[in-house]
């Protein structure tokens, strides 16, 4: 059995992609702040003050400037990585077309965060589902240490010449972004060997190669890029397990496309992403152990590409299915992850009632008492095939009035 050594450490997840960005030491960082990201250009710029890395950090006038610079970066042939959130997100807006179609690796510490109006600074997935059609890979963490872990399989799922697009690692603001928990790192060298140097093939500064980024695309060669896009999709797939294999061997940490927990008897399952798991295991926990009910987890970790045909299986057996958005898309029938979710399931013929839940908009708190009636109402679902509403809210203050 081979030991694996790893270095404990008490970070939050800022101060954990901050960590890791040092000991990757990318060419490039151009960054604005803004709330709850902050800390992470903060932290990158302290370590190059300090000599510990030689990243050249760019100082833009806004998230647009930022995102644009990156572009500019990685297509010189850099290795670049930018952070924000929220309303910083949403200046990017262009610039994250521009860099997947350009397929440029870049990564983003994105820390998730609700987008205005009304103004909130606090966690929900609003800034990153509006991006989920732009061509960027996302990974969402639940804690800590998966936002550590994820951001070091970022640029080698990124990098790889079958994949060659920006990626994305989300975690939520706040509730992991400045909560500290105890981790475990990696040593650098290890860290250094499993990132690997980035040799582009094809960039900007490379005088034996003429190359265009970013030129007037006419209607006869637009369709075909797009096509490149999905077809980068579709091999990220492989890539982003081969990368967790990799890891796995490392840390003897495990990834997938999502984690099943208590999933193997489970007749009733909620489907979400992010931090609120943890509070979701809780309930799962408690209620196995007082009722015995069969009650499971799924988290989604890789929302792009979406694992349609490995979640459908994972929710086959399963009597009724609860997906939770943090995110409100005003459809008439779901939420951004219950969109794709149903979906999976409708083309696998899977047969289980779904109900669509939308929680912890603005930062609202999700509890184990909430997640204890979401499986009574589940159990209910199953045996009646009765919906009375396609989704709904959870915890707004007039329901809660009512209750009490």
Known sequence: MIKIMAIRERLSGNEAVAYAIKQINPDVMPAFPITPSTEIPQYVANYIANGEIDTEFIHVESEHSAMSATVGASAAGARAVTATSSCGMALMWEELYVAASNRLPIVLALVN???SGPININADHSDSMGARDSGWIQI???????????????????????????????QDGFI??????????????????????????????NVEEKLAVGPYAVSCYYMETKRGQRQAMIEARQVILDVAARFEKMTGRKYGFFE???????????????????????????????SGKKVGLIKIRVFRPF??????????KVKAVAIMDRSEMFSATSGPLGAEVRAAMYQARCTADTVNYFYGLGGRDITVPDFEQVYDKLET??????????YTYIGLRDQQTKED
């Open 176 to 205: 992991t972004s400045h909560g500290v928990e105890n981790i475990y790192l990696v040593e650098d060298e290890k860290v250094k060997d499993f990132v690997g140097e980035y040799n582009p093939k094809h960039y900007l500064l």
């Open 113 to 115: 965060r609700a987008l």
């Open 381 to 390: 679902l199953a045996e009646t095939h009765t919906i009375t509403d396609m």
């Open 140 to 170: 969402y963490a639940e804690s800590n240490q998966e936002v550590y872990d994820n951001f070091l399989q970022a640029y080698p799922i990124a990098e790889n010449e079958k994949v060659h697009l920006p990626v994305m690692v989300c």
């Open 260 to 290: 099943e927990y208590q999933m193997e008897d489970a007749e009733y399952a909620v489907v979400l992403i992010g931090s609120a798991a943890g509070t979701c295991k809780a309930a799962i926990d408690h209620i196995r152990s007082t």
């Open 307 to 316: 694992p349609e045909e490995e979640l459908a299986k994972a929710l086959s």
